[in-house]
């Protein structure tokens, strides 16, 4: 009976996932460590090189989701443009449904005043979907004594999808705030496994703010800043709304933060959306900077989830000197 239970409740658990996953992108706990994943205009914001890879582990202990992040960005000062790609791997439910994206991105600084610039962008991508029915396990398959049967209900018609998509974003800055707003799937594509047109990416709008409060200039004309930095993040795909507000401190090499993802005064059918307290901490030498956050399940879930971790590792080079940036980025 303990084994029959298991099964069930492994049933329900992956199908959730799957069924979030087919209508809603992967979140980051720290998206402004790489923010060109946040939307195109951030591509190239260091004044230089920048080349990145993440790791999370979403609910480490019910098989969520892991994702894998890889990208490079750069600015070029004569044609005052950058250009980024990265590519992210999601893997949902211990393999059951895997998702591929490769964008690549580019962005065009306009200085509008002595200390406000804009930067339009725009983002090209391709994604690979697939599902592997073998790892779902359905009711009907259950047998009396735990034993797993055959089962017809879910018989896909494609086991991959693969799809175009783009997506445009706007930013405003200087260098202590910036704002602005990215639409991504703006194609629209038909992502069903069942050939069921109505299924589709649905289009995902983010808007972003941040300001920084400086603390302390350093004891020098190169030295690193001290700063808080309080940043708000919104996203809305499909039914899905989520909110990411965060508060970071940096003093010179270090970094420390705490964050809360969630919505608590939107409840859709009369449910909770609340997410998760997020604790960061990092720190940067010679160009490298490592940051962790971990995940504190606040949801339904937090008995079970087992958290989120993330880890984001960037090198940054032939940056321009500090006092010549028109922007803060982390």
């Excluded at 393999?95 to 600084?109: A, D, V």
């Amino acid at each position: 009976m303990k084994t029959m239970l298991k099964r069930i409740i492994s049933v329900v658990s992956v199908l959730l996932l799957a069924q979030g996953a087919m209508s809603q992108d992967y979140l980051l706990s720290q998206p402004w460590a790489i923010a060109s994943m946040v939307a195109p205009s951030f591509a190239g914001m260091n004044l230089g090189g920048k080349a990145f890879m993440t790791y999370r582990n979403q609910y480490s202990s019910l098989k969520g989701a892991h994702v894998a992040i890889a990208g490079y960005d750069q600015y070029f000062h004569p044609m005052r443009s950058s250009f980024g790609g990265n590519i992210a791997y999601t893997n949902y439910a211990g393999g059951m449904l895997s998702q591929t994206e490769f964008n690549i991105q580019y962005n065009y600084s306009v200085q509008m005043t002595t200390d406000w610039y804009f930067r339009p962008g725009l983002q090209l991508g391709l994604f690979y979907r697939t599902i592997d029915p073998s790892k779902m396990v359905f009711a009907d398959q259950i047998g009396p004594n735990g034993e797993i049967l055959p089962s017809t209900s879910f018989n896909p018609v494609n086991s991959s999808v693969v799809r175009f998509d783009a997506g445009v974003s706007i930013l405003f800055y200087h260098k202590y705030f910036f704002g602005g707003i990215h639409v991504d799937n703006i194609l629209g594509n038909k992502v069903s496994f069942m050939d069921q047109a109505s299924t589709t990416n649905p289009l995902k709008i983010s808007a972003y703010a941040a300001g920084m409060i400086p603390i302390s200039k350093g004891l020098g004309k190169y030295d690193a800043k001290d700063d808080v930095t309080i940043a708000a993040l919104y996203q809305w795909q499909g039914q899905y709304h989520q909110i990411d507000l965060d508060i970071m401190y940096h003093r010179r090499y270090f970094m420390a933060g705490v964050g809360y993802r969630g919505v608590p005064f939107y409840t859709p059918e009369g449910m909770q959306n609340q997410d998760a307290v997020k604790l960061m901490i990092g720190g940067s030498v010679a160009g490298f900077s490592l940051s962790y956050s971990y995940d504190i399940n606040v949801s339904s879930l937090v008995d079970v989830s087992g958290g989120s971790h993330e880890v984001v590792l960037t090198y940054r080079f032939m940056e321009k000197a500090p006092n010549d940036r028109s922007f803060f980025c982390y």
